[in-house]
């Protein structure tokens, strides 16, 4: 832990956190296939999780980790429930890519 | 203390019936419907006569003061109030629903709903086999409720909702058949002229609420007489206005054009509102505001000529109508000169007389023609008519009392009538004197077009072999009856004075008839021309004189009869003169540049902005979830940017650096 703390500077993990965040989005909005969109949300949350943890670690504040278990248990009962659908959704459409996926269309 | 009369019973009782009728009147089984529209009116007579005997009997002058008559009575004077709420209470203007009972009302709401009961049982016969049956009789009582409203109105705006009801009424059953286009055009026509008379009203009763404050009766006949020395003025204008409603509702020049085209209506509807009883309102609402007239002999001798110009250019153009409806429609607006020329030479009660038996014969007449059109299968010229006297008898001999009576026949009703209101014409100058001329020479040309009438109709022989006529039953035959002895005697009451003597408290004393045996003269004069005017019927339409064979009467009019035949083109020259213009701006100004441009291309433009942007926000909602993800993600981009900015105007302005901009 030490040595995080010296040898690697607070902005590192920040950026880090900022690409994982921006390659969830970039994968969120260019991917078709909607389990990589899935992907994509929980690389976007991990991105946050990542910052949350970076902060709770500077400011030796606990409540940015305890954060960090709230957004674990969300996410992980975010994909029990959209993988339901996606499933339900596949065996009536026989399709997972999202821009099929249009019925509420005007 | 007053005599409870139970005023309400007399309007609300046809109420009752129109509602029950209007309402229900389809699933009713018929007898009940009949029951119903005929005790409605019945009630109400009753009501009136149980009112008028109430009264009657409080005469002598030492029971007002002292109680007197039988134990547990207590007289009350007239008018009698009776007041049911408040409807319209301001800082300085208070109107209540309220009805006064008086001489003169008195002696309308008998007419109004003996003569109207005798009408309701005529109809029962007359409209027997009409699928609106139920429907005629809810309109026949929601007349009569008007009506009496009309009639018991203790303020004026009580008045006019009865005016306008009346109004009401009346174009409901003129366009009864409304399947015909003739009478639904009819009904809107009488609708029509009705309003531009009803809006001349209407400003006079703004006129007396700005000069008087009060629109009750009583009220403004008092402040009238704390000011004996006001006169002319601003009051002329107030009785030149209601004079102008006047004319609208009873059918005085200029708009009585409505009135003949009224005949559309089922007959027993012209006997009871076009002759009897809706059309004389107008001189009923000017014996009522005698007191204004009084003080204005400008508006006075304005009414006087208007009733007597009526009368003879009425008359002239019965003359030449063959449609027989029509032959009386010309004479009840001739007969309803007469009445405005009663008032307007002051003669009040006698108009009020007149009033009372012509609803008596001119009532008895349209349902005799009824009668004649009912046995005839529903034939109306006269021309297709003759022989009647031997088929319906009954219907013959009362039709003759009825043209007697209204010829002015010495000893039937309309000769009493007639004479009081022409002698009261001579009494009032110059100008009296022209009217009484006129009247004269009226009544000659109203015993002639009604003996025309009797005898193409009744005499010689029938002119149509196909007609089988027979009489009617006694629904139809029982109130002709009574109609007749009424017309034959209704005259009498008038014998000694006493009819005006009753009147005399409202209408003031009788007017000045002048010595006793100039009173002789004139009703010899009018009597002899009568004579005269039956005789040139005599000789013209008797049965084998030239004018009544089949080539006469089946050619053209020619030279003057042709222009009585059109009625002075009277109607023409309104359709090119008001109706035209008024079509026109109508439909090329208001219509197409108002409406179509002008509010038309408003609304489209407005419409035309809303459809035109939705359909351009509409591509938004793509239903493509990556294109909704990237406006989330654009549109949280765009508060991080702003609330990046924001912080660093923040930081500037902790620094003393102001920054205008996001409202900052």
Not at chain 1, 8 to 28: D, H, M
Not at chain 2, 183 to 199: C, E, L, P
Not at chain 2, 618 to 630: D, K, T
Request: charged residues 10%.
């Amino acid at each position: 832990m030490n040595f995080i703390q010296q040898d690697v500077p607070l902005n590192w993990y920040l950026l880090l956190s900022a690409a994982l965040f921006c390659l969830g989005i970039v994968g969120f909005l260019l991917k078709r296939n909607i389990i990589t969109v899935f992907m994509s949300i929980e690389l976007m949350l991990n991105a946050v999780n990542l910052s949350f943890v970076t902060f709770a670690h500077q400011w030796h504040a606990v409540k940015g980790q305890i954060f960090v278990f709230f957004v674990m248990m969300v996410a992980a009962a975010e994909a029990a429930v959209g993988l339901a659908i996606i499933i339900a959704v596949f065996r009536v459409r026989n399709t997972l890519s999202v821009d099929r996926i249009d019925l509420m269309k005007l | 203390m007053n005599v409870p009369l139970h005023l309400w019973l007399i309007p609300l009782l046809p109420l009752a019936g129109f509602l029950l009728n209007g309402i229900l009147g389809s699933r009713l089984p018929k007898w009940l419907v009949t029951t119903i529209a005929l005790l409605a009116p019945l009630g109400a007579f009753g009501a009136v006569v149980y009112a008028y005997l109430s009264l009657n009997s409080i005469a002598p002058p030492p029971c007002v003061t002292t109680p007197c008559g039988p134990p547990g009575w207590v007289y009350t004077s007239l008018p009698h109030v009776e007041t049911f709420g408040t409807w319209i209470s301001l800082s300085s203007l208070h109107i209540d629903f309220s009805f006064a009972l008086d001489q003169l009302t008195l002696v309308m709401l008998l007419v109004v709903t003996g003569v109207g009961f005798l009408i309701h049982i005529y109809s029962v016969g007359y409209m027997h086999g009409d699928p609106g049956y139920a429907r005629y009789f809810s309109y026949l009582n929601l007349f009569l409720f008007f009506m009496t409203t009309l009639v018991l109105a203790g303020n004026v705006l009580v008045m006019f909702v009865g005016w306008e009801g009346v109004g009401l009424a009346s174009y409901l059953l003129i366009g009864f058949w409304f399947n015909k286009t003739s009478a639904a055009s009819a009904g809107m026509k009488a609708f029509v002229v009705n309003r531009i008379g009803d809006f001349g009203f209407l400003i006079g009763i703004f006129f007396l609420l700005a000069n008087f404050g009060t629109l009750t009766f009583s009220e403004i006949a008092t402040k009238l007489a704390a000011s004996p020395a006001w006169t002319g003025g601003v009051l002329t204008t107030i009785c030149l206005c209601l004079l102008v409603g006047a004319t609208g509702k009873s059918a005085q020049l200029p708009l009585y054009v409505w009135l003949p085209d009224a005949m559309e209506g089922p007959t027993p509807v012209s006997a009871l509102i076009h002759a009897a009883t809706m059309v004389t309102a107008g001189v009923y609402m000017i014996a009522r505001f005698h007191f204004l007239f009084d003080r204005s002999p400008f508006a006075l001798s304005i009414v006087a000529i208007i009733g007597a110009a009526t009368a003879l250019f009425a008359a002239t153009m019965g003359l030449a109508q063959n449609d027989i409806k029509r032959v009386l429609a010309y004479s009840t607006i001739s007969q309803l000169g007469y009445m405005f020329l009663g008032c307007g030479v002051a003669a009040y009660s006698a108009a009020i007389f007149h009033l009372m038996t012509h609803a008596f014969f001119k009532a008895l007449l349209f349902l005799g023609a009824g009668s004649a059109i009912h046995a005839l299968g529903g034939e109306q010229d006269l021309r297709k008519m003759g022989g009647l006297r031997k088929k319906i008898p009954i219907t013959f001999w009362t039709m003759t009392a009825a043209v007697l009576a209204i010829s002015g026949f010495p000893g039937l009703s309309g000769f009493f009538s007639k004479d009081a209101i022409l002698a009261a014409a001579f009494q009032q100058g110059t100008l009296g004197k022209a009217l009484w001329a006129v009247g004269v020479f009226t009544a000659g040309l109203t015993a002639l077009y009604m003996f025309r009438l009797w005898y193409l109709a009744f005499i010689g022989d029938s002119r149509d072999e196909h007609a089988h006529p027979h009489e009617g039953p006694w629904s139809i035959l029982g109130p002709l009856v009574l109609l007749a002895i009424l017309s034959i005697g209704g005259g009498w009451v008038s014998f000694g004075g006493r009819f005006y003597d009753f009147l005399a408290p409202v209408t003031g004393p009788r007017a000045e008839s002048g010595p006793g045996s100039l009173e002789y003269i004139l009703m010899g004069i009018a009597v002899g021309v009568g004579l005269l005017g039956w005789l040139i019927a005599h000789f013209n339409y008797k049965p084998g004189s030239a004018r009544v064979s089949a080539a006469a009467l089946a050619a053209e009019p020619t030279g003057f009869t042709k222009l009585l035949a059109h009625k002075y083109y009277v109607d023409e020259i309104y359709h090119a003169v008001f109706v035209r213009p008024l079509l026109i701006t109508s439909r090329y100004i208001l219509w197409w540049a108002v409406d179509s441009a002008l509010l038309g291309g408003a609304a489209w433009l407005l419409g035309g902005i809303a459809t035109l942007g939705g359909a351009i926000l509409q591509r938004w909602q793509s239903g493509n979830l990556r294109s909704y993800a990237a406006w989330l993600a654009a549109g949280a981009a765009t508060v991080l940017l702003f609330a990046f900015y924001a912080s660093i105007g923040t930081y500037l302005g902790a620094h003393g650096i102001d920054v205008h901009w996001m409202g900052r």
